[in-house]
């Protein structure tokens, strides 16, 4: 389903959002605060049109989704415009099982992929243990408006919008009607907070955007090291 929709995904995500998706990734970025020489990856990063904003400081950026179709448009557009040389790199994977070390980056963030995952518990899992002590995790994701009724009213209008909208610009409509769905079905604001607590992580705060259209869940690794008895991974570090 990503694959058909990756030439045109971008542009149906702007179209769709009315522009403000521009607006959510730079909030996401000031939020992400990567420095010189840091680490981020970027989970569910489509064409990676989010990761680049990760790499301006100076830090490496590792873009992993599990669509080699979107991966692909991705790594074409940046050779054709030749940016982010050794800054910003492509890498297949499964949030469900991340194919880096144990504490690898320094920042792990998802923007609207983590509803896409069959288990968001082992997912925020798999996330905390790639992640450094001390070091941050940002998700970005839809959420659901205050209100019973109004958040009613929104989901119907999904239901039926995007769709429709869809059907003008894309090859693959019927990914953006299991997009209304899944929004519909996600937890609320403070439900996700407390998965992502449970998950291990610490700190956890949250912030509405547009009206609570989009919610941004923020945390951090605690500063303790990862017990000396437990099986190291196998994996590659990050980028490597």
């Known amino acids: ?27 996401v970025a000031r939020l992400v605060a990567a420095r010189a020489g840091d680490v981020v990856l970027d989970i569910a990063a489509g064409t990676g049109t989010s990761s680049r904003a990760f790499t301006t400081s100076g830090a490496r950026c590792v873009a992993c989704d599990f669509s080699l179709g979107m991966l692909g448009v991705g790594a074409a557009r940046q050779a054709a415009q030749a940016t982010d040389a050794g800054q910003l790199s492509f890498v297949a994977g499964d949030a469900l099982a991340l194919p880096f070390a144990d504490q690898a980056v320094d920042v792990v963030t998802i923007s609207f992929g983590l509803r ?12 905390l243990r790639v992640t450094r002590p001390g070091g941050r995790l940002v998700i970005c994701e839809f959420s659901h408006l205050p209100g019973r009724w109004l958040d009613s009213v929104y989901q119907g209008y999904l239901a039926r919008a995007l769709p429709m ?76």
């Open 116 to 127: 896409n995952v069959s288990d968001t518990g082992a997912a925020l899992a798999e996330m």
């Open 165 to 240: 909208v869809a059907r003008r610009l894309s090859p693959n409509a019927e990914a953006y009607s299991y997009l209304a769905e899944s929004i519909r079905d996600w937890p609320g604001q403070q439900e996700l907070a407390d998965k992502i607590a449970e998950a291990g992580w610490s700190a956890v705060s949250y912030r509405n955007l547009t009206l609570g259209v989009i919610a941004v869940h923020v945390a951090r690794r605690p500063a303790w090291k990862l017990d000396p008895n437990r099986p190291r991974s196998g994996r590659h570090p990050a980028g490597g």
């Open 1 to 27: 389903m990503f694959d058909a929709v990756a030439e045109r995904y971008d542009l149906l995500n702007d179209v769709l959002s009315l522009g403000q998706d521009r607006r959510w990734r730079s909030i």
